[in-house]
């Protein structure tokens, strides 16, 4: 699943959806389907020279820490609430907590709630702005992974992140590579077959092309990891995810945040996902062997 960017060849996959990017250039990107991994693939992709420029927007709220309008301190409280879920969660699958990697880590936060919960951490971000923030914070970096020994950490976590990384099979081995046997891994992504990217389609938020190279069903990850010999072993829900992605759709589909109709839309996601489990966005947890 390694791309050359722009000269992918898609020749043997699937047209599934034309879709735009909103948030920044208003160019338009092509969604293919690829039925040997059950997923989506962005067309084209952007080169890595270029790559920067889509993510040059006031409104990539995850790289900044305001809370300027409703909408960012709405957003900034349910952060709150899923810190710590996710404290929770990386508490009861290794009890007596270790070594932890954030890559992606934006503004340090996740990192230092675990910091202040006896983790030894560390984080990966490439984006300056949000480094510097973190780093006021007392977040510790790294440069590159490569500078990382081999089966250092115990556990791994990606927040919506691995959709993000241009060449997705490098990726993973490098995420196996740097994993001690039976560490654990955490990877949270968008889920394409949720009710709410359904309902908004091409206006989906969480297409969020072309800085989402990658859109990932449950079998997506099972396969792709099973590859590197690691372990599926559970499947979360990511519930606010589903009010949040609904918003900026309303947004993008008709030049307004509707709340009303988010929440219900949302809502909605959320009830239907209890019966066939395709919330708006998985968080994902895989065992090394």
Do not use: C
């Not at 990382?148 to 992140?161: A, C, G």
């Amino acid at each position: 699943m390694t791309t050359d960017n722009e000269t992918m060849d898609i020749s043997n996959k699937k047209h599934f959806l034309t879709v735009k990017d909103h948030s920044v250039s208003k160019e338009i990107f092509d969604l293919y389907y690829d039925d040997t991994l059950d997923m989506l693939i962005t067309h084209p992709q952007p080169s890595l020279d270029t790559l920067g420029k889509y993510y040059e927007s006031e409104d990539y709220i995850s790289h900044t820490d305001n809370k300027r309008s409703i909408f960012e301190k709405a957003y900034y409280l349910v952060k709150q609430i899923a810190l710590k879920n996710k404290l929770n969660l990386i508490n009861r699958l290794q009890t007596g907590k270790g070594r932890i990697l954030d890559i992606g880590a934006g503004t340090g936060d996740f990192l230092l709630t675990a910091k202040e919960n006896g983790w030894q951490t560390i984080g990966l971000e490439p984006s300056p702005r949000a480094k510097g923030i973190a780093i006021k914070k007392g977040i510790s970096f790294v440069e590159d992974s490569k500078e990382l020994e081999n089966h250092s950490f115990d556990m791994i976590t990606m927040w919506h992140v691995l959709e993000h990384v241009p060449d997705l099979d490098a990726q993973i081995k490098e995420l196996k590579r740097l994993l001690k046997p039976n560490g654990t891994l955490i990877i949270a992504v968008p889920n394409y077959k949720s009710f709410d990217a359904n309902y908004y389609g091409a206006f989906w938020a969480a297409y969020d092309v072309p800085i989402h190279f990658w859109h990932f069903s449950k079998k997506a990850i099972q396969l792709l990891f099973e590859k590197v010999e690691m372990n599926l072993i559970e499947v979360l829900p990511m519930k606010f995810d589903s009010f949040y992605v609904s918003l900026l759709s309303e947004k993008y589909k008709f030049g307004k945040m509707n709340f009303v109709k988010a929440f219900f839309i949302g809502l909605q996601s959320n009830w239907k996902a209890k019966r066939n489990f395709e919330y708006s966005s998985h968080i994902y947890v895989i065992k090394n062997r």
